[in-house]
């Protein structure tokens, strides 16, 4: 199981690198996310790293793996990657013989270029947050905001993997047609409604083939890690085209994600029941296993925070807009959004984003996006300069980070995605 804990999750484990040991680091030795990199402002081939404290470990170079490709790395089967990560982890850990020659492998992340963690051939988003799915729908239908499929189904649409990017990224401002719900005719023009939406992104490690679903019960053998996940969003958009098959272009004009894969064997400690209220339907049986129900959620604390172009020209940092948490706000687990993906024989392989739908909090103050916080751009929200927000302006700039915390185990982060909305082209 890739969800069991062991001498990699000791929280007295520490490692010879300083920055790893600091109280609030997101990349402790317990973490070991992978991500890719090369050195700032080369050509180089990207190359596979491991992220420990402020460092990045080039990890062929450890002669732990042969290769450079993280899709082929994402593919080894569980105990592989187990192993992998339990090399990594004796070889970082205090008192290890390999503290001299690794040391020669580390550079700071801040002197690297960190790209797309991996190549993604097809990405689909879910939208398995419910109170999102609640407060949107009553913007759009007060008298039945959750569509009669939704406690059944995990609803999700394909997405575009070709305008992917990852965190840092500047990003222009789409234009498109919109139609004000009291004009005649559509026109074209840059989003006056651009959102964020605050997602996780699963990325699946081992594929299928075509025609053989994925039982729920393998289904976590298939998930490799998480990332953080902004599905900027054109709501005007959004709300002439969606109908009637789902969104297209208010979506897929970017999508950021954020540097380091967080696998799921480091998030073992950090898993939290599946649980349905009583009246809600329970899953369907494939989409129901008793591990699942035990510990097929997981348990991470979501932020976003927002700098304006004004308060980064003032020296003012980033105001945090919400937190929450990812438990709360998800109706489906990754195990069963992997289940429901493949029950028709859809092929998935190595390297393929699902994004989790927007986790908004059950409190409208946690919601996960400023469609939800500004009822629809009807209530501004405002900034601690004084400035006041409905949707995104340019030179914005939009930041989500996660986090893991429970008795017993140490803090890992997932670290951060940011990226800055610019101008439309003329
Ligand atoms: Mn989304």
């Given at each position: ?40 402002g ?18 062929k ?19 592989e990657?187990?192993?992998l ?14 503290q001299?020659a ?10 690297v ?41 995990p609803?999700?649409?394909h997405?575009?993997a ?37 997602e ?11 025609g053989?679903?994925i ?32 969104p ?86 990754a ?59 340019d030179?914005?700039t ?29």
């Amino acid at each position: 199981m890739t969800n069991a804990r062991d001498l990699t999750h000791d929280p007295k484990l520490r490692s010879w690198v300083p920055s790893a040991n600091q109280a609030d680091c997101d990349f402790p030795i317990q973490n070991l996310p992978f991500g890719r990199f090369r050195p700032h402002g080369s050509a180089d081939a990207l190359r596979i790293g491991v992220a420990i404290g402020d460092q990045v470990l080039e990890l062929k170079a450890t002669g732990l793996v042969d290769t450079d490709d993280m899709n082929a790395l994402m593919a080894r089967t569980p105990a592989e990657r187990q192993a992998l990560r339990a090399a990594i982890s004796a070889g970082l850990a205090e008192g290890s013989a390999e503290q001299a020659a690794w040391s020669a492998l580390l550079r700071p992340q801040s002197g690297v270029e960190l790209a797309v963690p991996c190549r993604i051939g097809d990405y689909t988003d879910f939208y398995t947050g419910i109170h999102h799915a609640t407060a949107v729908g009553l913007l759009f239908r007060p008298d039945q905001p959750l569509m009669p499929n939704y406690k059944w189904v995990p609803i999700g649409y394909h997405g575009r993997a070709s305008s992917i990017g990852v965190s840092g990224q500047h990003f222009r401002r789409p234009q498109g047609q919109t139609k004000a719900p009291d004009a005649s005719a559509p026109t074209v023009g840059p989003s006056k409604r651009l959102d964020y939406e605050l997602e996780l992104g699963f990325l699946i490690g081992r594929g299928n083939a075509l025609g053989e679903p994925i039982s729920i019960e393998e289904a976590e053998q298939h998930l490799f890690g998480v990332t953080l996940l902004s599905d900027w969003s054109a709501r005007d958009i959004q709300a002439w085209e969606y109908q009637p098959l789902g969104p297209f272009l208010s979506k897929s004009f970017a999508t950021t994600l954020s540097p380091w894969i967080v696998t799921m064997e480091a998030l073992a400690p950090f898993r939290a029941k599946f649980t349905r209220g009583a009246g809600e339907p329970q899953p369907l049986p494939y989409l129901d296993s008793a591990a699942n129900r035990e510990s097929g959620a997981l348990d991470i604390t979501l932020e976003v925070w927002l700098q304006t172009s004004a308060m980064r020209e003032a020296g003012q940092p980033a105001v945090r807009l919400t937190r929450g948490n990812s438990t709360q706000a998800a109706y489906w687990t990754a195990a069963q959004l992997v289940a429901h993906h493949t029950v028709n024989g859809c092929n998935l392989q190595p390297g393929d984003l699902f994004g989790s739908g927007t986790l908004s909090g059950a409190k409208p103050e946690e919601a996960g996006s400023l469609l939800e916080l500004t009822k629809g751009g009807k209530e501004p929200i405002e900034l601690p300069g004084g400035e006041r927000r409905t949707f995104l302006e340019d030179g914005d700039t939009l930041t989500l980070r996660g986090y893991c915390e429970r008795d017993g185990a140490v803090r890992i982060g997932l670290g951060e995605v940011s990226a800055t909305v610019d101008p439309s082209p003329r």
